[in-house]
């Protein structure tokens, strides 16, 4: 493999403010029956949901999985082989080249079942190594190291109430170790997870109160957690979380109205890693009651739940916001960064020059249009590999922030 060292750049690049004030209704080519359970967005920006209902053919659960390549405009059906005896969806991810969904079995309580799909969804193999089946995966999330996290929920009779565990897995969801975790005093039922710079966040009620909401941070990998609920109404059950391009984090919150009989919800935002929240004004999210996911393609949020006025009326919205944008001028500085294969096909191996002043800071990747792919934090200071293969074909910008500034690098994707 012949190295190639490349011409660097000086990025100058700022985040706009984001703003989630006005919503689209987006439903055309999704089955408006099935609840949109979970969203997941792949590199390329394609959105993966899957959409769950209750049969009563059958006493249980039945699904699909739904993707759109055009944030979230449209969505077509993915055909689906090996997803067998899997009832309620409950979370999707992505990993590499991999996607990994969890739900629990039709015929089983307590039967969790964790899948895993390396060809986008169209086929699914079991993978459940180390994890205790009796716990449902409520929710992964994948760090920037391709490292996977998953909260595992139960019901306890003994306690009338929700335990949880916390799982890790270093290979694509192959297996599973659990996480010891301190702080995670009185929390029930767990519904989110996300990650935003090194910080994870985790987010569910506590088990002895209906509408004892709770957000817990953590900045060593889910070990130890810290309450952080600032400026967020614990009334509201934290449905789930994304993190923006610029680390922002969103959540909606979610709650029962016995006034309306119905559930009615807030979205909330966190400019500094969820240590505080604030309420986000929306427009056009109309009869919206249970809202289930968030996620982000390129300059479109989305958000899926179901009509506070029909059990079957699922709604998925749109809303678009400013994302980053990037002024790159040529500047003629010295090459201290190497990357390689140029153009390249799966992945990229990124050598620093070997000095204290160059040690990287970060590393992240941009589409052509000023998209945020990929951000490591404190990468290795030797070689660093990225796995890229499930990019499309196109120009990319690789941005290195070191102790003397921030450096970029021109890549071409096959």
């Not at 994870?200 to 609920?229: C, E, P, Q």
């Not at 056009?284 to 968030?294: A, E, F, Q, Y």
């Not at 998209?371 to 030797?382: G, V």
Request: aromatic share 10%; charged share 10%; proline share 2%.
């Amino acid at each position: 493999m012949k190295k190639i060292a490349l011409s660097l750049l000086v990025l100058i690049y700022s985040i706009n403010g984001i703003c989630q004030s006005n919503w689209t209704l987006s439903m055309t080519g999704y089955d408006p029956t099935y609840s949109p359970a979970d969203f997941v967005t792949a590199s390329n920006g394609d959105i993966y949901v899957n959409g769950v209902k209750y049969d009563n053919g059958i006493s249980g659960y039945i699904n699909k999985l739904y993707k759109s390549t055009n944030q979230g405009s449209s969505w077509t059906e993915v055909g689906t082989t090996g997803l067998t005896n899997l009832g309620n969806v409950h979370s999707l991810t992505i990993s590499g080249n991999t996607m990994i969904l969890g739900g629990m079995d039709v015929n089983s309580a307590n039967g969790a079942k964790i899948f895993t799909s390396t060809d986008n969804g169209v086929s699914w193999t079991l993978s459940m190594t180390g994890f205790d089946q009796t716990y449902s995966p409520a929710d992964f999330v994948t760090a920037s190291n391709g490292d996977i996290y998953v909260n595992g929920v139960k019901y306890d009779n003994g306690i009338s109430g929700f335990i949880n565990k916390f799982y890790k897995s270093t290979n694509q969801g192959s297996s599973w170790t659990e996480v010891g975790t301190t702080g995670l005093t009185n929390l029930g039922n767990v519904h989110s997870l996300t990650i935003s710079a090194n910080t994870m966040i985790l987010g569910g009620m506590d088990v002895n109160s209906a509408n004892g909401a709770k957000i817990f941070t953590s900045t060593d990998n889910g070990a130890s957690w810290t309450l952080s609920m600032t400026g967020f109404d614990q009334t509201y059950s934290p449905a789930d979380f994304v993190t923006a391009s610029n680390e922002d984090i969103y959540v909606n919150g979610v709650k029962y109205d016995n006034g309306i009989s119905g559930f009615i919800n807030k979205l909330y935002k966190s400019t500094n890693q969820g240590s505080s929240w604030t309420e986000v004004t929306t427009t056009g999210l109309t009869n919206l009651g249970n809202v289930h996911s968030l996620t982000i393609s390129g300059n479109t949020m989305i958000l899926g739940g179901m009509d506070v006025n029909s059990a079957n009326g699922a709604k998925i919205f749109t809303s678009n916001y400013s994302g980053s944008t990037a002024d790159i001028r040529e500047a003629g500085l010295t090459n201290i960064v190497n990357a390689f294969p140029n153009p390249f096909t799966d992945e990229i191996q990124i050598t620093f020059a070997h000095s204290p002043e160059h040690q990287p800071k970060s590393i992240t990747l941009f589409s052509a249009t000023g998209e945020m792919i990929i951000k490591l934090k404190n990468p290795d200071y030797s070689v660093t590999h990225l796995d890229l293969g499930n990019l499309s074909s196109g120009m990319y910008l690789l941005v290195i922030e070191s102790n003397t500034g921030i450096q970029s690098l021109k890549l071409s994707k096959e």
